[in-house]
């Protein structure tokens, strides 16, 4: 124990020490206990991550019953982004709503993201989606051209932020008709039950 400790300072200083900006944490999933942190609440620009907010936001509406799995969606609901992803490959313009999140949980497609993004109203449209009060926030669509007028980035976030979503989404936060959209992100048989769909 004491040598893994020891483990965790020697990083902990390493980080500290580094010219570059770091935010981490690492928590017991099991027990909850705080393991590793270093600046855990800085907030610094989190890329993909944060697509788990709109996965989690589709499941909700799915076991709401606002959407449904079968729902068409074409391309040009959202931002064309032709950088990564698969949908940029397909001849296909439309795609049911599950194949879509899909496609954004298990090779984070951008052009799916901003489809299904806009399918929910945007990020205003995703709930517990703010990073002052979570700690983790989607600000925009994915963008291959960023102006003065638009967000600086497409998500910002903490260490903090990122482990209490990681450990909603393990300890069951989502509903269970659009648990299986979202188990395409997560590890699998990990069970869902429909406790965290409330507006916080």
């Not at 449209?125 to 600086?152: C, F, K, W």
């Amino acid at each position: 124990m004491g040598t893994q400790v020891q483990r965790w300072m020697r990083l902990a200083e390493r980080l500290d020490a580094s010219p570059a900006q770091w935010s981490a944490r690492v928590d017991d999933a099991a027990t909850g206990e705080v393991v590793f942190e270093v600046h855990a609440d800085r907030i610094l620009s989190t890329a993909s991550v944060p697509k788990l907010l709109l996965l989690r936001e589709v499941a909700c509406r799915l076991d709401e019953g606002s959407m449904r799995t079968d729902e068409p969606l074409r391309r040009d609901m959202g931002p064309a982004m032709a950088d990564s992803g698969l949908w940029r490959h397909l001849a296909t313009d439309i795609l049911p709503l599950d194949d879509v999140a899909r496609l954004v949980g298990t090779v984070s497609d951008n052009w799916a993201t901003n489809v299904l993004l806009a399918r929910v109203g945007g990020p205003s449209g995703v709930r517990g989606n703010d990073v002052a009060s979570a700690g983790i926030a989607l600000l925009d669509y994915v963008r291959e051209h960023r102006t003065e007028q638009m967000p600086p980035r497409m998500s910002s976030g903490s260490a903090l932020g990122c482990v209490r979503l990681l450990t909603s989404l393990y300890r069951d936060a989502v509903g269970t008709r659009g648990g299986a959209i979202l188990l395409q992100a997560r590890p699998a048989r990990i069970p869902v039950s429909a406790n965290g769909c409330s507006a916080g």
